[in-house]
């Protein structure tokens, strides 16, 4: 599988037909949703499209270009979420991150990697979904949480961040940890791909500070100690 957004125009039948799927690795269709405008990066957004999103891809076709459209697998997605609020973005839209190829040799990846125009697909690590309907983004935002959860990330043996630990590890450590992790469910951000914990609550890391209470207990026992033996 390769990294990233890839240009994408196999459409079935003729010129309004819609993407051509792979059923031998089991591909199936979960949503279409009409009059889906698209912005890629820092650009402006595109005319309206049609967006497809099957269980392993995000298929966007353009509806006025029939040569147009965007593909990017759910393994690439590292970040999905809502966004409403106008500072962020001019207009309500899925937001999403995109994961890319390796870029330690930029000069060969800029001589393979697809071309649209001037924009290089393979260096896109922003993607934003504007439906003409914002009533729909909580639609597609559960559609985009379902189709992430059919496609998790690869475990590595070690996690390079080893010290974050899980709810069970941490239980099984009782009150000596000196990390707690709190859930406020109120607070919906969005899904990281490859970490469930996160998919629509924020946890928040906090310090225990029970043994700094104990240090300070202890400190003014032995203070009065000495006050008394003198």
């Keep these: 599988m390769v990294l990233g957004l890839q240009h994408f125009d196999d459409r079935v039948g003729d010129e309004n037909g819609g993407p051509r799927l792979d059923p031998d690795a089991g ?3 979960m949503l279409v ?18 967006l497809y999103i099957t269980t392993r891809r995000v298929i966007w076709l353009s509806d ?10 759910f393994l690439s997605v590292c970040l999905h979420a809502v966004s409403r609020d106008p500072e962020a973005y001019s207009l309500p839209c899925i937001y999403t991150q995109i994961e890319t190829e390796d870029a330690e040799n930029e000069e060969s990846e800029s ?15 922003e993607m ?4 003409s309907d914002p009533g ?26 080893s010290w ?8 099984d450590d009782g009150s000596d940890s000196e990390w707690q992790l709190s859930e406020n469910h109120a607070n919906p951000i969005g ?7 996160l998919a629509c609550t924020v946890h928040e890391l906090r310090i225990n500070d029970q043994r700094f209470e104990d240090a300070e207990e202890v400190e003014s026992a032995s203070r009065n100690g000495h006050q008394f033996s003198g």
Excluded: W
């Design 27 to 29: 591909e199936e269709l």
């Design 164 to 171: 974050f630990f899980g709810n069970e590890e941490m239980a």
């Design 33 to 50: 949703e009409p009059a889906v405008a698209i912005a890629l990066g820092s650009r402006p957004p595109e005319s309206p499209g049609t």
């Design 64 to 73: 006025t270009d029939k040569g147009k459209g965007y593909a990017v697998d």
């Design 191 to 197: 899904y990281a791909n490859g970490d469930h914990d």
């Design 111 to 125: 001589s393979d990697s697809e071309s649209h125009g001037d924009l290089e697909l393979s260096n896109v690590t």
């Design 128 to 131: 934003r979904l504007i439906p």
């Design 136 to 161: 729909q983004l909580d639609t597609l935002f559960g559609i985009f949480c379902q189709c992430a959860e059919l496609n998790p990330e690869p475990q590595e043996e070690e996690e390079e961040n």
